[in-house]
Each structure stands twice: as C-alpha cells, then as structure tokens.
C-alpha cells in the first residue's frame, strides 16, 4: 500500500516540505524587515540576482526541446530583443515579441525539427 | 486610482487581485505549464503525481528538478537537497515582499499561507502591482492573484496531461523560451531602483557563468554574491553623491 503512495510521500517531503520550509523562513526574516531598512536593500538585490541567474540559466542551458537549438540563436534573440526592448521605452509586450519573434525565425531558418 | 479607493470592500480587492490572470504574465507562465506537464508525462510521472506536485510546490525549476532526480532513481534525501538547494532563493523572494504586504495587525499564520504561492510570476506581480493598492488590502489582493494562479496552473496541468507531448518540437521549444525572455522584460521594467537593475545584471552575468563551474550551487552563489555586489556598489553610490550634495551644500 506503501508503494501505491511513495511517489506523493516523495513529493510532499522533497518538493513541498523542502521547498516551503524556505518560504516560511522568507516570512520569519520579511516580518523583521522594516519597508525603509537598508537590510532591505539587500534583501531585494539578493532576490533579484537569484531569479535572473535562474533565468539567464533558462537561456543558456535549456529544458526540454529547445536544448536542441543552437547557444547562439537563443543568446542572439534574448540579447537583441532586449537591446530593442531598452531602446523603445521599456514596454514589456515589446521585450517578449520581439526575443520571440527572432527565435522563431531563427529555428524555421535553421530547419529545427527535422522540417 | 480614485480617490474612494480605501473605502473599497477586502472581497472586491480579491477580485481586483484575480484579475490579474488576464494579463500577459499569467497567460505566459500558464504555456510554461504545458510545457512542463509534457516534462512530467515523459519522465513517467502520472498524471494524479503530476497535478499533486503542481499545487504542492508551485515553483516550476524545483518541480523540474524533482522529476529529474525522482527519474534517475535518487533516493528520497537525494531528492530533498536537489530541490531544496533550488529552493533557498524562495526566502528573499518572501523576505523582500513581506514588508510591502503587511500591515501591523496582519497575523503571520496569513503570511505563512500566503507565502506559498510566492515563486516568481507571482513575485513579479507583488513587486510591480502591491504599490498600487491600499496597504490594509495588499493581503488580500495577492490572495486574489496567488490562489488563483496556483489553482489555474494545477488545472492546466490536468488539462494539458498528455496533449502538450503532441506539440510538434517549434512549438514546443518556443514555449519554453517564453518564460525567460518575459522575466528578462517585466523585472527590468519594474525595477525602479537603481540597486536592482544592477542585481539585475550580475544575476545575468554570474547565473550561467557558475553554472559552469559549480552547477550544484550556481543559482545560490550568483544570488548571494551578486546581490551582496550590486548592494555595496549602490552603497558605494548612494554615499558618494550624499557626500557630493552636503560638499556643494
């Protein structure tokens, strides 16, 4: 009967106990943050350099299908998209559409997936 | 916003929260979803698993790091310090919305539910929309977004279970890229100090960098160590044109 339930004991401890014992931990630390502290600042830089490592990661080394594309199409689309991003006032549809955009063209150009 | 806003009831701000899942962000991180749930089906997870890991850690690369060390026939502990590892970043992420989410009365026990549905689409929200609403509704707005996102994500997995395997690769592999490029976007966009647009840059920088040098600890080293950098130069910054102003004072 164990066995029927192993995979959500397993995902229950590894995944949601290992995972929120660290968003607890977030409340405990942000309750003693005061909204003007300089710890704060801190607070954020550090939250803000782990998400985007976590997403230059997503760029550089993809999941699934996508690993298969070439380094140099998705660095080329994500860097000239933000680049057009920046220079066209910051709107976010722009920073998504164009990186994507380029993407698209890149893969159709190189025959990805065997077409 | 009008100026009657405060008078607004806790119900129809935790509507105005749940508004939030037609916009583009929520939209995006629903595709990602797919993609993950065509992850889970190739890995041999069912599609009951599947769904219980989607509301249970709500935090896309944790889940895809469980699926991959369950897959490789890790032992439990194992599986725990992968994901766990992973999962450190969720403490600042918490830490730094916390202080613009509570008011004085607002009981932790609230704050550790709510905390849950943190990870970084909802992350994003708080720190570009929690501005804008009356400090005593933040809570309840959040709420309106977390829960609702949470519970959207968790169905789409149940949905799309099998379907997204399907995809033909282009379009599976543009999926994927989606998520990054919007986080690449929205967190530049929302970054009004000038301390987070430089963590901004380091993270981007020493994300990928580390991952070639210590791929177990990468995300963990380039938060830490970019943040603390970006912080001291901006303190750095901050003091020297302190310093400027009194001098020409």
Redo the contacts between chains.
Sequence with gaps: MIDEYWTFIVIFVAGFLATDVWRWLGVVAGNRLNEESEALYWVRAVATSLVMAVTAKLIVFPNGMLAESPLWLRLGAAGIGFAVFLATGRKVAVGVAVPMALLIAGLWWTGFGGR | MSPDSDDRSALSWFLTGMRGMFS?PAL?LMTSIV?FS??ALESG??RA?AV??SF????L????I?VG??ASGAN??A??LA??LS??????????????M?TKRTP?WL??IL??F?A?TA?VFAITTLRKVPREHRAVYFAGFGVTLTTSGTLVVAIFYGIAASF???I???L??????????????S?S?P??K???????????L??LVTPEF???Y???????A??LI??WRRKKRRGTKAGSR
Aim: charged content about 5%; overall charge neutral; some cysteine.
């Design positions: 583009l995006i993609g065509a992850f997870l069912t698993e219980f890991m249970a850690i709500w935090a690369p944790a889940q895809v469980l060390t369950m439990i502990a599986c725990f994901v766990t999962s450190i970043r969720m403490m600042p992420m918490v830490a730094s919305v916390i202080p613009e509570r932790t704050l550790l905390s849950h943190v970084i992350w033909p690769p282009l599976a592999g543009v994927f890229f989606l998520t990054p490029v919007y986080f690449n976007a929205s967190i530049w966009a970054a100090q301390v987070v430089l963590a901004f840059v380091m993270g981007v920088v020493l994300g990928p580390l991952a990468d995300v963990l380039a938060g830490i160590g970019g943040g603390t970006a912080y901006d303190r």
